[in-house]
């Protein structure tokens, strides 16, 4: 699976969209791109994946650029609960499920 | 929906005793489970996939005899820590796919003492 590269951490305003990048570069042309996010111990929860097209769901949106080798996970009014670890995986074609949990992004929602 | 549950929460056990730890996928049937452990201040680290009827399929560097995995139903798979020792301490925490997505339990913390 191609590896990806987020940023350590970043703080965001409550109220405002969080934009989060990731880079993979090495990416295949069957491979997801998949999101979660930890809050402090519990299990990850997942929030969206996509393979070419944008996507957006209740939670959040996906912006996957046309070479495919970065996207961004927007959460467009982030709140407190919002805090967390956040981790952008790539991830097999169809069957191949394996996960490979990365360092993540530390996003602090300050009020 | 896809929500997965983990049992118990929390376990202390002492040095040399056995650990059980259910995972149960509550509103779909899973063929395939994962078992993740997770230290202090680390990453997820897969330990094992589960199939429902077969062997698990174990990482390199994990002990199957020490790990073992049932699969016994499509919506339950088990974890028992054997022999546990202070070193197996840690977060550990399983997933179910459906819908060609892994959703995860919320976790269960390990003590030895």
């Known amino acids: 699976d191609a590896k990806t590269t987020q940023p350590t951490s970043m703080d965001c305003a409550e109220g405002r969209a969080a934009n989060l990048p990731c880079n993979h570069s090495?990416?295949?042309?069957?491979?997801?791109v998949y999101w979660y996010r930890q809050i402090h111990s519990q299990g990850p929860q997942y929030i969206i994946h996509?393979?070419?097209n944008n996507e957006t769901n209740e939670m959040a949106s996906l912006i996957i650029t046309e070479d495919r080798k970065s996207s961004t996970l927007i959460l467009p009014h982030a709140t407190l609960r919002d805090t967390a670890v956040y981790y952008c995986?790539?991830?097999?074609?169809?069957?191949?499920?394996?996960?490979?949990f990365g360092a993540g992004t530390t996003v602090t929602v300050r009020a | 929906g896809a929500v997965v549950s983990q049992h118990p929460s929390w376990v202390i056990c002492k040095s040399g005793t056995s650990v059980k730890i259910e995972c149960r996928s509550l509103?779909?049937?899973?063929?395939?489970m994962f078992w993740y452990r997770q230290f202090p201040k680390q990453s997820l680290m897969l330990m094992a996939t589960?199939?429902?009827?077969?062997?698990?399929?174990?990482e390199q560097g994990v002990e199957k005899d020490k790990f073992l995995i049932n699969h016994a139903s499509l919506t339950l798979s088990t974890l028992t820590v054997t022999s546990a020792h202070p070193e197996d301490s840690s977060f550990y925490i399983c997933?179910?796919?459906?819908?060609?997505?892994?959703?995860f339990g919320p976790g269960t913390r390990l003590t030895v003492l």
């Open positions: 509103d779909f049937q899973a063929t395939t």
């Open positions: 997933s179910a796919i459906t819908q060609d997505t892994q959703y």
């Open positions: 090495t990416i295949s042309g069957n491979e997801y």
């Open positions: 995986i790539v991830r097999g074609g169809l069957g191949d499920y394996k996960l490979s």
């Open positions: 589960s199939n429902e009827g077969s062997k698990a399929t174990y």
């Open positions: 996509g393979l070419k």
